[in-house]
């Protein structure tokens, strides 16, 4: 069966840190793979997509970077954090190959920028 | 980004009511509309999905109807319950995304979400 794994769950980090959030898929391959940030009240914010290695989108111009080195690999990078990047961090993955299908996701990442 | 529009932003229902929760969109290329359900703390999953040749899909005590003509459709439980506290999302998605479809690979776009809190 598939898997999805991201951590951590928490994080607290200093304004201006580097940031690293890390999602790992099993029991799949080619994945598509999503970042989403959730906001109180503002839903789920797409951040990020890929559709295979290498191969980033990003939805929002914003301080943060993906990257995709693996196939089931999906990192959300930050050099310099802002106040403003607080929120619930969430990865998800999808079977690869046209619309409508479910999305998987992780239990999410927590993180507070202070 | 092309949204799905939901309402209410949150919603107080007794045990044993129903929940209704609605949802709008734009776009007449979406065909798929799934509810996601999510608990706090958690990643969302999904509870229930329909796509527009039905006009309702019953799963237990979870009902989407759908109005292809109005653009809306809505979620349904029924003899809510204290464990259905959470936050609902609907979606919409379309079967061929395009780079204008917004929504990532599968053209999939969230509601804001609804925060259900059933009491007892």
Redesign the interface.
């Known amino acids: 069966s598939q898997t999805i794994h991201?951590w951590p769950a928490t994080l607290v980090q200093p304004v201006g840190s580097p940031l690293s959030l890390e999602c790992t898929v099993e029991g799949t391959s080619n994945p598509?793979l999503?970042w989403y940030r959730q906001a109180a009240?503002?839903?789920?914010q797409?951040l990020f997509?890929?559709?295979g290695i290498g191969q980033i989108?990003s939805?929002v111009p914003q301080n943060l970077s993906a990257s995709r080195p693996q196939d089931r690999q999906f990192i959300l990078s930050s050099k310099k954090l802002l106040l403003s990047d607080s929120g619930f961090y969430?990865c998800?993955w999808?079977a690869w190959g046209?619309?409508?299908?479910?999305?998987?996701?992780?239990?999410?990442t927590?993180l507070t920028v202070v | 980004?092309q949204q799905a529009k939901?309402s209410p932003?949150s919603l107080i229902v007794q045990k044993g009511g129903i929940s209704i929760i609605n949802c709008a969109y734009e776009n007449t290329a979406f065909?798929?509309f799934?509810w996601?359900q999510q608990f706090p703390?958690?990643?969302?999953?999904?509870l229930i999905?329909i796509?527009p040749d039905v006009s309702e899909k019953k799963e237990g005590r979870f009902t989407i109807s759908f109005n292809k003509s109005a653009k809306q459709f809505s979620l349904h439980i029924m003899d809510s319950q204290p464990g259905d506290s959470a936050t609902y999302?609907c979606a919409a998605?379309?079967?061929?995304?395009t780079m204008y479809?917004?929504?990532?690979?599968?053209?999939?776009?969230?509601?804001?979400?609804t925060h259900l809190i059933i009491q007892p």
């Open positions: 991201q598509n999503y009240g503002r839903g789920l797409l997509y890929s559709v989108s939805e969430l998800a999808s046209g619309g409508n299908t479910e999305a998987f996701f992780g239990q999410g927590r | 980004q939901q932003q065909d798929y799934p996601y703390g958690k990643g969302p999953a999904l999905a796509r999302f998605s379309v079967l061929r995304p479809s917004g929504g990532g690979a599968d053209g999939l776009t969230f509601g804001k979400g």
